[in-house]
């Protein structure tokens, strides 16, 4: 059995070695003004680079405003043609960067992205969650929203997890549910081509659908990659096994189409305004095709408190239950928090 001596003395190793795991804060970061910032750079994401520094603990410092930056660590480099580089970085000429090992003199504007290499989990998560409520008393309806989102970038792969649900809940008639659950895999094959792995569970009481279980893949490409914007277009294929009220379980082949865009702003007021479209069409059940599509816009109240005004739309060009198209549709405002963000 362990001693005490022994658990105290885990205890402190488990408090301090991080300590001492933490680099020194050498770094430097030239500004506009030529100020000049002494830290230690824990990455840059969406046009901010966060740093950590002695004296002001934790900055965020808008890209636009930095004109060079010298480090005699590695990073991971992420350009706006889609390439990356490693290396240690230094202020070039012109206010370029030059990375160690390259050779090559980058423009500060065409870097999207800062990573350190070997940074932990915790630093390469970002994510969201919000939540809305509704109450009339005059139908005696009551609106619960929930939504969250969480992302993890590695080298050269991300994944990306999704969840929205919204309940009405009527005194008078039957009350309704929508869930949907994504799960995305993405893998870069070359600067701006990419593969993608999908999951998806849903359910729908407006499209009487129970439940619906989907996995499939694609193939895309990042048609723009800059500090303020993303777009990208993907095609591929799924599998889906669907239950539907009143009929047996299905097995059904669909096609893949879709687009996602981003366009954000991440200093004060912080913006971040998403749309995600995606048609799949049967290849098991003529004339049939279904349409996914959201779209987000989140503004920033005070210190990653925002509030979200968001737009849904599921479309079902033959329904299984009826045969005819149905449509759930809907526009939901609520309150959320977001984090390395």
Not at 2 to 29: C, E, N, Q, W, Y
Not at 43 to 53: F, I, M, Q, S
Not at 207 to 217: A, D, H, I
Not at 288 to 311: G, M, P, Q
């Amino acid at each position: 059995m362990m001693g005490k001596p022994s658990i105290h003395s885990l205890i402190l190793l488990l408090l301090f070695v991080p300590l001492g795991l933490a680099r020194p804060k050498t770094d430097v970061v030239t500004l506009v003004n030529k100020n000049e910032v002494t830290c230690e750079i824990k990455g840059l994401n969406r046009g901010v680079l966060t740093a950590k520094t002695d004296s002001l603990s934790t900055v965020s410092i808008r890209w636009r405003d930095v004109v060079g930056i010298r480090s005699e660590y590695s990073f991971e480099i992420l350009l706006s043609d889609g390439s990356t580089k490693f290396g240690s970085l230094s202020p070039g000429a012109s206010g370029n960067l030059l990375v160690a090992g390259s050779g090559d003199a980058i423009a500060l504007h065409s870097v999207v992205s800062l990573t350190p290499i070997g940074s932990g989990l915790v630093s390469r998560l970002d994510g969201a969650v919000d939540f809305g409520y509704s109450f009339m008393k005059s139908k005696s309806t009551t609106q619960m929203n929930f939504s969250g989102e969480a992302g993890y970038t590695a080298l050269r792969r991300s994944v990306d997890c999704e969840v929205s649900s919204n309940y009405v809940v009527r005194e008078q008639t039957e009350s309704t549910k929508r869930i949907q659950a994504d799960m995305n895999v993405n893998q870069t094959l070359s600067k701006n081509y990419f593969a993608v792995a999908l999951g998806q569970f849903s359910t729908n009481d407006e499209l009487n659908l129970l439940q619906r279980y989907l996995g499939g893949g694609a193939f895309g490409r990042h048609f723009v990659r800059t500090n303020h914007s993303m777009v990208s277009a993907f095609a591929g294929g799924a599998y889906s096994s669907e239950h539907y009220t009143d009929t047996e379980r299905r097995n059904n082949a669909e096609g893949l189409v879709g687009f996602n865009a981003q366009f954000f702003r991440l200093y004060s007021p912080k913006l971040d305004i998403t749309g995600d479209f995606r048609l799949w069409p049967s290849l098991t059940t003529t004339e049939r095709f279904r349409i996914d599509a959201n779209a987000k816009a989140r503004v920033e109240v005070y210190k990653n408190l925002f509030v979200s005004f968001s737009f849904f739309d599921n479309y079902d060009r033959k329904n299984p239950t009826t045969a005819l198209p149905l449509n759930d549709y809907g526009f939901v405002t609520s309150d959320g928090y977001s984090f390395n963000r």
